[in-house]
């Protein structure tokens, strides 16, 4: 009787503190898993800022820039024509 009244007042106990470990380490696993999602989610918000940015500018700089020769453009724009020409593209094969 005595092991059980000590274990008792002394807060140990055998199935008790393995299920809170568990949990401790599963609470753990998951705001680590969460916390991964949130760096990868900024990084894109860094990613789509910085494209942004970078639209800005050029429309700043160069108003209807797709309109000049493709030799005048830079490689940036000349990738971007190329990605709207597919977007485009894409869009006209949606629709007929």
Do not use: Y
């Given at each position: 009787?005595?092991?059980?009244?000590?274990?008792f007042l002394s807060g140990g106990g055998g199935r008790g503190d393995d299920a809170c470990r568990l949990a401790?380490?599963?609470?753990?696993?998951r705001v680590r898993h969460l916390n991964q999602m949130i760096d990868k989610i900024g990084e894109k918000l860094d990613d789509e800022?910085?494209?942004?940015?970078?639209?800005?500018?050029a429309a700043a700089t160069?108003?209807?820039?797709?309109?000049?020769?493709v030799e005048n453009?830079?490689?940036?724009?000349?990738?971007?024509?190329?990605?709207?020409m597919k977007?485009?593209?894409?869009?006209?094969?949606?629709?007929y």
């Open positions: 009787m005595e092991p059980v009244v000590s274990r401790e380490a599963f609470s753990r696993t800022e910085a494209r942004e940015k970078g639209l800005d500018e160069r108003e209807r820039w797709w309109e000049m020769a453009l830079d490689k940036e724009q000349v990738e971007q024509l190329i990605a709207f977007n485009l593209q894409s869009e006209l094969h949606k629709m």
